[in-house]
T-cell receptor
Framework: DTGVSQDPRHKITKRGQNVTFRCDPI?????LYWYRQTLGQGPEFLTY????????KSRLLSDRFSAERPKGSFSTLEIQRTEQGDSAMYLC???????????FGPGTRLLVL | GDSVTQMEGPVTLSEEAFLTINCTYT??????LFWYVQYPGEGLQLLLK?????DKGSNKGFEATYRKETTSFHLEKGSVQVSDSAVYFC????????????FGQGTELSVKP
C-alpha cells in the first residue's frame, strides 16, 4: 500500500510565474485535502475534494489559486502569478471519508524569489 | 471559529525525562482530537487520536486524554528518547466541517542524550 505522493518535492520560481503541484492520494480514498504550512506554523486548510467535487475552499485560497481533481483520482494545485508570500510547504492529505484519519504526503516546498 | 492552542517551544529535555506538551482547543459541538508528529525531513504522521470525551489515545508510549471540561488534549510520555525529537502538532476535526483539520502552531521537541 503506497502512501500519498506529491510532485515536485521542491520548486523554486520567480515572482509572477505560474506553478502547478500534483498530489496522488492513497488508492480508493475519496477525500483529498490541501493544506499550506509556513515556517514555524501549523498547516492551514486550503480546500478539499470528495471524489471529483471541490466542496470547500478556504478564504486563504485567493483567485490566483485553483485546484482540480479530475476523475476523482490525483489532484493538482495551481498558483498563478506567484508572489513571495506564496512561499510555503504545500501539503496534500487523503482519507477514505470525512470521518477517518487523514494521511499526509511529504509536501511540496515552494520558494518564490 | 474553531481553534487550537499549543504550548510554545522549543522544548529541550534529557533522555528519559517526562514530557508534557499542552494543547487546548475551542470548538462547538463534539470535535475529534489528534496529535500529529513531523520528524526532520519527513511528512506529518498521525501519532494518536481521541474521538469523544474521556477517550485516551495512545501510541509508541505517548498518551493524551480528551478532557471536555477543560477543553484540553495534553500529550504525555513517561520517558522520552533521542528518537522522539520532532515537531508535534495538536489538531481538531470539528463536527460537520467536511473533515478538515485545524492545527495548532506546533511544538518542537529536542531530546538530548
Amino acid at each position: 500500500d503506497t502512501g500519498v505522493s506529491q510532485d515536485p518535492r521542491h520548486k523554486i520560481t520567480k515572482r509572477g510565474q505560474n506553478v502547478t503541484f500534483r498530489c496522488d492520494p492513497i488508492s480508493e480514498h475519496n477525500r483529498l485535502y490541501w493544506y499550506r504550512q509556513t515556517l514555524g506554523q501549523g498547516p492551514e486548510f486550503l480546500t478539499y475534494f470528495q471524489n471529483e467535487a471541490q466542496l470547500e475552499k478556504s478564504r486563504l485560497l485567493s483567485d490566483r489559486f485553483s485546484a482540480e481533481r479530475p476523475k476523482g483520482s490525483f489532484s493538482t494545485l495551481e498558483i498563478q502569478r506567484t508572489e513571495q508570500g506564496d512561499s510555503a510547504m504545500y501539503l496534500c492529505a487523503s482519507s477514505p471519508s470525512g470521518f477517518e484519519t487523514q494521511y499526509f504526503g511529504p509536501g511540496t516546498r515552494l520558494l518564490v524569489l | 471559529g474553531d481553534s487550537v492552542t499549543q504550548m510554545e517551544g522549543p522544548v529541550t529535555l534529557s533522555e528519559e525525562a517526562f514530557l508534557t506538551i499542552n494543547c487546548t482547543y475551542t470548538a462547538t459541538g463534539y470535535p475529534s482530537l489528534f496529535w500529529y508528529v513531523q520528524y526532520p525531513g519527513e511528512g506529518l504522521q498521525l501519532l494518536l487520536k481521541a474521538t469523544k470525551a474521556d477517550d485516551k489515545g495512545s501510541n509508541k508510549g505517548f498518551e493524551a486524554t480528551y478532557r471536555k471540561e477543560t477543553t484540553s488534549f495534553h500529550l504525555e510520555k513517561g520517558s522520552v528518547q533521542v528518537s522522539d525529537s520532532a515537531v508535534y502538532f495538536c489538531a481538531l476535526r470539528g463536527d460537520n466541517q467536511g473533515g478538515k483539520l485545524i492545527f495548532g502552531q506546533g511544538t518542537e521537541l529536542s531530546v538530548k542524550p
